[in-house]
């Protein structure tokens, strides 16, 4: 009887330490990074969620997200700003990823990932590098 307590107590003790080692960073969505954004001071406008619109474009740009978010920045006398895309695991936003950075003559520079990369963040070649650094510091901490 001894014997099957140790062991119950043992498993359970398992359980609990493998359990932690699994815990992962929950999902995040696109408005929790616009609001993110939107939270460290950054001014965004025209927030739009553009997912089924952008699933529907015949571009050539992987249809892998779960989520595409477009916003312009004030900063921008271009009515410009970024955009975000949001995945379900790393590996679906690394084609998006992959896509824009061989774009980078021509989308500009400014292309991030979050700490999981699952997100996605592309900026308009018109920003600075200081306001591009704001949103990258943001994106980081998600």
């Avoid at 963040?121 to 600075?128: E, I």
Wanted: proline share 5%.
């Amino acid at each position: 009887m001894k014997f099957v307590k140790h062991t119950m107590a043992i498993m359970l003790l398992l359980t609990v330490v493998l359990a932690g080692c699994n815990a992962e960073k929950p999902a995040v969505t696109g408005k929790q990074v616009i609001e993110a954004f939107t939270q460290a001071g950054i001014q965004m406008n025209d927030i739009k969620d553009e997912t089924a619109d952008t699933r529907a474009s015949p571009s050539p740009l992987p249809k892998s997200f779960k989520e595409n978010w477009t916003f312009v920045d004030p900063r921008l006398n271009n009515g410009k700003g970024g955009q975000v895309f949001v995945c379900d695991e790393k590996l679906l936003c690394d084609a998006i990823f992959g896509y824009f950075d061989i774009l980078k003559g021509l989308a500009g520079p400014y292309l991030y990932r979050n700490s999981t990369g699952t997100v996605v963040l592309q900026l308009n070649s018109d920003h600075t590098p200081e306001n591009a650094k704001q949103y990258q510091d943001v994106l980081s901490k998600l």
